[in-house]
């Protein structure tokens, strides 16, 4: 059992950067690929990025492309989500998320753990 909990969310100003984390309880997190998803007020959950279990490997969604960038300290396990010139339409709850699986995904239904979530808002 993979237990996951997000940090680092807040109240910021559009252009604004922050790095929300993700820490796991469990022996070797290298073992599993993680992902960074969102759901904003009154829409969907959506894929944000994902790392694989070295960190050599990742995607994100293009929405995000050249802003957000995904990171993780496996002696930490810590997977970070840098977010940089942050947008209002960034806000929603973060989620992380983490799957046994080999290769990394943006689907949600292919991730077994998950985070209970972090708050970013960005105001105008």
């Known amino acids: 059992q993979v237990q996951l909990v997000e940090s680092g969310g807040g109240l910021v100003q559009a252009g604004d950067s922050l790095r929300p984390s993700c820490a796991a309880s469990v022996r070797t997190f290298g073992g599993y690929i993680t992902g960074w998803f969102r759901r904003a007020p009154g829409k969907e959950r959506e894929f944000v990025a994902a790392?694989?279990?070295?960190?050599?490997?990742?995607l994100s969604a293009d929405s995000v492309k050249g802003r957000f960038s995904i990171s993780r300290d496996n002696a930490k396990n810590t997977v970070y989500l840098q977010m940089n010139s942050l947008k209002p339409e960034d806000t929603a709850v973060y989620y992380c998320?983490?799957?046994?699986?080999?290769?990394?995904?943006?689907?949600?239904?292919?991730?077994?753990?998950w985070g209970q979530g972090t708050q970013v808002t960005v105001s105008s």
């Open positions: 790392i694989n279990w070295r960190g050599a490997s990742t």
């Open positions: 998320a983490a799957s046994a699986r080999t290769f990394v995904t943006r689907r949600d239904t292919e991730y077994e753990y």
